[in-house]
């Protein structure tokens, strides 16, 4: 089966960088989503790995070890608006198109 | 174009009754995804649909779980004799296509609550 492992939450202020990993075990990995959830939100896309390395837009960036079955969400500039819950999912080429979703990492950012 | 949109929003029902939850993918779209969420947990997957058909039905968590997809496009899941423990969020997403897509749209869930 698949398992993904994130922290449960985090906490950081206003202007500072966070990282939120990832670990998880597939058999057929295909790929590394991150997602965010506001409060009574649905949840957004926000990036996709394939491939080792790391992926920015702006903001915030994923990175993907695949060796190391290991992935991260980088935050820069933390807004106050970044609090949310963050979750981390998988893709699997032996299970089609659904998602394996993390518990989720709930970010809190203060002033 | 419009999003994925799901009605009701919310649902409160008595334990036994039956319920349907409908989900309207985005316009073209073949691929549609069922995932449940209770209160502060990850997302627990369901079923998916590819076109018509439902490849993958692991994840419902009992007989009394159905889902249907017509027409390529409107799904409804159905559960049946509810019970307190199918209180959650239900949510449905979409996407282009189910391989070689990998950004999944979801809507903003119908909210069941079992009393």
């Known amino acids: 089966g698949q398992s993904l492992e994130q922290p449960s939450e985090v906490t950081a202020v206003e202007g500072a960088i966070v990282q939120i990993n990832c670990t998880y075990q597939t058999s057929g990995f295909y790929g590394l989503s991150w997602y965010q959830q506001h409060d009574g939100g649905a949840p957004t896309f926000l990036s996709y790995?394939?491939?080792?390395g790391l992926e920015e837009t702006g903001r915030f960036s994923s990175f993907l070890s695949r060796s190391d079955s290991y992935g991260y969400l980088l935050l820069q500039e933390l807004q106050m608006k970044d609090s949310a819950s963050y979750f981390c999912a998988v893709r699997d080429r032996n299970q089609g198109g659904k998602l394996i979703f993390g518990q989720g990492t709930e970010l809190s950012v203060k002033p | 174009g419009a999003g994925v949109s799901q009605s009701p929003s919310n649902k409160v029902t008595e334990k036994g009754k039956d319920v349907e939850l409908r989900c309207d993918p985005i316009s073209g779209h073949t691929a549609l995804y069922w995932y449940r969420q209770s209160l502060g947990q990850g997302l627990e997957f369901l079923i998916y649909?590819?076109?018509?058909?439902?490849?993958?039905k692991s994840g419902l968590p009992s007989d009394r779980f159905s889902a249907e997809r017509t027409g390529g496009s409107v799904s409804t899941l159905t559960i049946q004799r509810t019970q307190q423990e199918d209180s959650a969020v239900y949510l449905c997403a979409s996407s282009l296509e189910v391989q070689g897509t990998y950004e999944q749209y979801f809507g903003p869930g119908t909210r069941l609550t079992v009393t």
């Open positions: 790995n394939a491939l080792d």
């Open positions: 649909f590819q076109g018509n058909s439902a490849p993958d």
